[in-house]
């Protein structure tokens, strides 16, 4: 059985009235928390409704939630506890992105043992029992980095699919202040953990 949460993070626009229309279960946070804390209180609505798979997916469009399946299959074959949906690097993909999403793949990768080629994705599928190993602090867009540290740090078993990546806005997602905090956020958790 699927369930569709949807964490509207006190959105102006109609996201909310559209996501119940269309049967999701709608949690409305009077203040922007933050892409990292709705994504969180989305996990633990999910575990809190007996989920056993919960798919993390962006609300920008980006994302082909026609793929869902082939995430969740690959979790289920692959003996993965998480698998991320990675993105191909194509000349569509705005230079800042590709660039700063592959530095911060490979500083994570030489920090922790990150084994995924985008860490920064938000298209995710993992199983319920890996959340405590893979639960993050961050509230903002580091989260995503943090998340794919935890799987290394805490060794939880992962793979890496390729996914098909829509981009309509440049300027939405992880913005250059966005990166160079994780970038430090990556060294301090090396550090501390």
């Known amino acids: 059985m699927q369930h569709v949460i949807v964490v509207n993070d006190a959105s102006k626009d109609n996201t909310a009235l ?24 989305g996990c633990e609505t999910a575990i809190q409704n007996g989920a056993d798979i919960i798919v993390t997916i962006d609300a920008d469009g980006q994302h082909h939630p026609d793929e869902i399946p082939l995430l969740v299959t690959n979790l289920l074959q692959q003996n993965a506890g998480i698998v991320f949906g990675g993105r191909q690097r194509t000349p569509n993909m705005p ?8 530095l911060l793949s490979v500083v994570s990768s030489h920090l922790f043992g990150t084994s995924v080629g985008d860490t920064l994705t938000g298209f995710r599928a993992f199983f319920a029992t890996a959340f405590p190993a893979i639960k993050w602090e961050s509230n903002r867009y580091s989260f995503v980095a943090e998340m794919a540290a935890k799987v290394a740090h805490n060794k939880v078993p992962c793979k890496e699919v ?3 990546t829509i981009y309509h806005d440049n300027k939405k997602g992880m913005r250059k202040r ?8 990556l060294f301090w958790w090396k550090i501390t953990w």
Do not use: C, M, P, Y
């Open 18 to 41: 559209v996501a119940q229309q269309h049967g999701a279960q709608v949690i409305n946070l009077t203040l922007n928390e933050g892409a990292g804390a709705a994504t969180r209180i």
């Open 95 to 102: 230079i800042e992105n590709r660039w700063g999403n592959r």
């Open 162 to 164: 390729t996914i098909s």
């Open 178 to 185: 966005d990166g160079i905090k994780t970038l430090f956020l």
